[in-house]
């Protein structure tokens, strides 16, 4: 009878969440500049317990609601794009009727190099130590100023949040992230690394979500330091943002500096290796 109660209550919470934000998306109040904190991995457990409470529910929609500062729930942004959506509201009263998913449990590897979120729905290149490939896990790459060929700057205008350092250089151009993924959609004659040719640079959201699988080594060899997103400092452009997977922390830094890579890629509902464990 109480677990009925507590059902109720917290679909009932998260109507009430659903009425409330229905004028759209609400900031969380975490501003971006050189860092920021990662999210928690279970969304709504703000007090880090492995659980969430129908108390850590009512903060989260007021933090939704402005009525609280994103402070009071650490993992109140699940997807870090400093935002408090209905989505993740939802998120979290799934977690409180289902429990909070462990860090490695929602990955699944494939068996090819890839390892997919069974959560999210995508799909991540798998590195290796000393493989002396476009996977090796100690390559690191520039993100740029220019792009060394045609084919990188059309994969950076593509694919890049702001296209500053985009342009194709003059003469001799650095090894860019740009033309890296280039070389990974072009493995095995052109059908693509893991026969897909779709992967693109992730964003610090997507990175950031990420980071405590990869503590645990889900998705092999991994650096814990820098690893470059595709977004850009918009207030200068010659900056870019990547994740910390050392603590999952957002940083800046120049685009003619280097920065570990990893690819990602959307997988549709047709593949099985998302929705079957």
Known sequence: MLAVRRRTELLALAGSALIASAGGVVHAGTTRGSEVDAPAVCAGDCDDSGTVSIDELVTLVKIALGASSASACGSADADGDRRVTIDEIVAAVKNALDGCPTASSEFVDNGDGTVTDTHSGLMWEKKEDGSADLHDSSGSYFWGLCQPSAAAADACLAGAEVT???????????????????????????????????????????????????SLGVLGATPADFYWSSETDRGDPSFAYGVNFTDGSIHEAGKPELGYVRAVRQVSPAEPAVWHR
Do not use: K, M, Y
């Not at 992230?177 to 610090?204: K, M, Q």
């Open 164 to 214: 500053t350092g985009c342009a194709p250089c003059d003469g001799p151009g650095p090894t860019t992230i740009w033309l890296w993924l280039v070389a990974v959609n072009s493995e095995r004659g052109g059908s693509g690394f893991a026969g897909h040719s779709d992967w693109r640079l992730p964003s610090t959201g997507e990175l950031q979500a990420i980071v405590p699988a990869a």
